[in-house]
Every structure is written in C-alpha cells, then in structure tokens.
Nanobody
C-alpha cells in the first residue's frame, strides 16, 4: 500500500554533513508519521527522528542539535539533514512510515570516519 524509496547515504569524515531523503508513494493518505531508524553493527535498531503529519518533530537525545527532519508535503518527501557527524553515527539508516501498519525503506549506509 505504501512504498518508501530513500537515498542520501555515503561516506563522510567526522564533522561533515549528509542529507537523506525518503519519498513515499501509494496510499500516503494513511500515513501519520514518517522518520528514520538506524542500526549499527551489534546494536538494536533505534529511533533517530520522526515527524508527524502536522509537522511536530521528535529526536533521539544523541542527535538533538545535530540532525533536522523536515517534510515537503507537495513532493511527499521527508528529509533528514545530518550535521556534525560522528563516528558513532555510522549505521544503516532506514526510512519508516507509520499508518495502518509500519512500512520500511530499503536502508542506506552511512559511514563516518574519524
């Protein structure tokens, strides 16, 4: 019912920036919130940032002040701006959407070198 296509992963040095995007298609009217989770090797998948249909946002404490999530409703796309990246941010980032059920993007690798 909902498809998520994400892009923007890559390799960056510590202190650098990256921008992720996630485009939704299908039954997007059912989506309440969108955002990103990430999973590093040997760790649990964790919430990074989320944004509701009304525009309210939430962030993990570890990324507050460094990451910004935004939404372009006209393009059905969510963006995650990642600044001041740290090696600890290295993970696979998964776009997710919550509506009648939870949907996941394919995941993109972010690698931050020291």
């Amino acid at each position: 019912q909902v498809q998520l296509v994400e892009s923007g992963g890559g390799l960056v040095q510590a202190g650098g920036s990256l921008r992720h995007s996630c485009a939704a298609s299908g039954s997007i009217f059912s989506i309440n919130t969108m955002g990103w989770h990430r999973q590093a090797p040997g760790k649990q998948r964790e919430l990074v940032a989320a944004i509701s249909s009304g525009g309210s946002t939430s962030y993990a404490d570890s990324v507050k002040g460094r990451f910004t999530i935004s939404r372009d409703n006209a393009k059905n796309t969510v963006y995650l701006h990642m600044n001041s990246l740290k090696p600890e941010d290295t993970a696979v980032y998964y776009c997710t959407a919550l509506g009648l059920r939870r949907y996941w993007g394919q995941g993109t690798q972010v690698t931050v070198s020291s």
